[in-house]
T-cell receptor, first 111, second 116 residues
């Protein structure tokens, strides 16, 4: 059964810092991996989708990497801003077709 | 091209009542997934449906919960005789699907169920 772990559970950084969020998964036979953002009491915003054949994806200040063989992904956020404060979720899609989510990293960017 | 739509956005039910949550997938998508987010917990898969078929219901509680995706109309997640522990955010996602399984799932805004 697929399990997804996100480290750290919470992170607080000053504005302007670059930061890395980590995601690991137990079964490397995945179709894709997706990073989401969730604001308190709100829905999910998809940030980046990486297919199993890809190594990384970039969107603006965000860069996500995937090392399928080691079961790891990172989300890199450059020049963080207070508006980046949210919970970031990692999810993998495997042969079961469902998404398995991590518990998330709660990010606070201090002005 | 409208995204995934869910209604109602907020639903309040008293213990013992029934809750019906609706999900309209993106145009052209024939696969629907339901996920539940309990307070202070992560999102958990509940059920995966195609039109008129339940493909995987391994995440559904054995009692009181059912789901359908008819040939016409939205997918419905039905909770009978709700209890306080059913209070959660329920998210629906839709996708194309294929043998490769690589298609992205697109999420709706969720329905927040409160049981009083």
């Amino acid at each position: 059964k697929q399990e997804v772990t996100q480290i750290p559970a919470a992170l607080s950084v000053p504005e302007g810092e670059n930061l890395v969020l980590n995601c690991s998964f137990t079964d490397s036979a995945i179709y894709n991996l997706q990073w989401f953002r969730q604001d308190p009491g709100k829905g999910l915003t998809s940030l980046l989708l990486i297919q199993s054949s890809q190594r990384e994806q970039t969107s603006g200040r965000l860069n996500a990497s995937l090392d399928k063989s080691s079961g790891r992904s990172t989300l890199y956020i450059a020049a963080s801003q207070p508006g980046d404060s949210a919970t970031y979720l990692c999810a993998v899609k495997d042969s079961a077709r469902q998404l398995t989510f991590g518990s998330g990293t709660q990010l606070t960017v201090l002005p | 091209n409208a995204g995934v739509m869910q209604n109602p956005r907020h639903l309040v039910r008293r213990r013992g009542q029934e809750a019906r949550l609706r999900c309209s997938p993106m145009k052209g998508h024939s696969h629907v997934y339901w996920y539940r987010q309990l307070p202070e917990e992560g999102l958990k898969f509940m059920v995966y449906l195609q039109k008129e078929n339940i493909i995987d219901e391994s995440g559904m509680p054995k009692e009181r919960f059912s789901a359908e995706f008819p040939k016409e109309g939205p997918s419905i997640l039905r909770i009978q005789q709700v209890v306080r522990g059913d209070s959660a955010a329920y998210f629906c996602a839709s996708s194309h699907e294929s043998g490769t399984g690589s298609y992205e799932q697109y999420f709706g805004p969720g329905t927040r169920l409160t049981v009083t």
